[in-house]
Nanobody
Framework: QVQLVESGGGLVQAGGSLRLSCAAS????????IGWFRQAPGKERERVAA????????NYADSVKGRFTISRDNAKNTVYLQMNSLKPEDTAVYYC??????????WGQGTQVTVSS
């Protein structure tokens, strides 16, 4: 079992930055792919970034490329999402998820990010 807890969300002006954290418990965390997802009201959930088990491979949605950076520290059982140059359209609830081979079996409760114009 893996439990995930997100933190770091909040209200920020357009152009600002936030860093989200996803703290995990469970011995298998370091072997899992981790993804950050977001869902805005009335919209489908979108995967914005993912990182492989060792941090060696990352990928991003086109909408956040060049602005968001995903990283992980397996020693701290934590994954981060650094979000720069935030836009109002980035407003959403952000979730982290974990699982083997990107299956995302485990989800956190989410953290709200609101970007004002």
């Amino acid at each position: 079992q893996v439990q995930l807890v997100e933190s770091g969300g909040g209200l920020v002006q357009a152009g600002g930055s936030l860093r989200l954290s996803c703290a995990a418990s469970g011995r298998t965390f370091s072997s899992y792919t981790i993804g950050w997802f977001r869902q805005a009201p009335g919209k489908e959930r979108e995967r914005v970034a993912a990182v492989s088990w060792n941090g060696g491979s990352t990928n991003y949605a086109d909408s956040v490329k060049g602005r968001f950076t995903i990283s992980r520290d397996n020693a701290k059982n934590t994954v981060y999402l650094q979000m720069n140059s935030l836009k109002p359209e980035d407003t959403a609830v952000y979730y982290c998820a974990a699982g083997p081979l990107g299956l995302y079996n485990y989800w956190g409760q989410g953290t709200q990010v609101t970007v004002s114009s």
